[in-house]
């Protein structure tokens, strides 16, 4: 069976590499434009490119449990390389398809740290934002009151500071 489903994954590894580099790439954009410029118009436009690689990878991802089903084999590492193990063993060419993998784990990896630490920056930003608007506003820095969730609550009176 896996002389069937070797090609298809061979295509499916390709194709995500390729989406996981565009993502790895739109994360990029978006560190540089949270040092440089902050304008929220293009970290939207930035997030939208990126939820759309994000679902097509969430494909690949299906697919490729669709395809380690066929051998009775589960998604995860261990998996995949006891797939790779049965290509071999069937005499099939895989060194180009493990290299492919073995780069898209790496870029993937990538991808998830440069997501955190754009979060994190974004998180600050709007923390700013929130205390800017706040002091404009006239309200205290310090929020005393808690909601049932533990967030806290904005103070239904607030005087401003200045007018526009």
């Given at each position: 069976m896996i002389e069937k489903t070797f090609p298809i994954t061979e295509q499916l590894v390709i194709n995500a590499l390729q989406l996981a580099t565009e993502l790895l790439g739109e994360l990029n954009r978006e560190a540089e434009s949270l040092k440089n410029t902050q304008e929220s118009?293009?970290?939207?436009?930035?997030?939208?490119?990126?939820?759309?690689?994000?679902?097509?990878?969430?494909?690949?991802?299906?697919?490729?449990?669709?395809?380690?089903?066929?051998?009775?084999?589960?998604?995860?590492?261990?998996?995949?390389?006891?797939?790779?193990?049965?290509?071999?063993?069937?005499?099939?060419?895989?060194?180009?398809?493990?290299g492919n993998w073995v780069q898209l784990m790496l870029v993937c990896g990538e991808c998830r740290n440069l997501n955190e630490q754009n979060g994190a920056g974004i998180e600050l930003l709007s923390r700013h934002t929130k205390r800017s608007l706040d002091i404009l506003k006239g309200k205290s820095e310090f929020s005393n009151t808690y909601g049932a969730d533990g967030s806290t609550q904005s103070d239904k009176s607030t005087h401003r500071l200045i007018s526009v």
């Amino acid at each position: 069976m896996i002389e069937k489903t070797f090609p298809i994954t061979e295509q499916l590894v390709i194709n995500a590499l390729q989406l996981a580099t565009e993502l790895l790439g739109e994360l990029n954009r978006e560190a540089e434009s949270l040092k440089n410029t902050q304008e929220s118009e293009v970290i939207n436009n930035i997030a939208a490119t990126k939820r759309q690689l994000a679902l097509q990878l969430e494909q690949f991802n299906g697919q490729l449990t669709q395809v380690l089903a066929t051998e009775n084999l589960l998604n995860d590492q261990e998996s995949i390389k006891e797939y790779f193990k049965r290509g071999e063993a069937a005499g099939l060419k895989i060194s180009e398809t493990v290299g492919n993998w073995v780069q898209l784990m790496l870029v993937c990896g990538e991808c998830r740290n440069l997501n955190e630490q754009n979060g994190a920056g974004i998180e600050l930003l709007s923390r700013h934002t929130k205390r800017s608007l706040d002091i404009l506003k006239g309200k205290s820095e310090f929020s005393n009151t808690y909601g049932a969730d533990g967030s806290t609550q904005s103070d239904k009176s607030t005087h401003r500071l200045i007018s526009v």
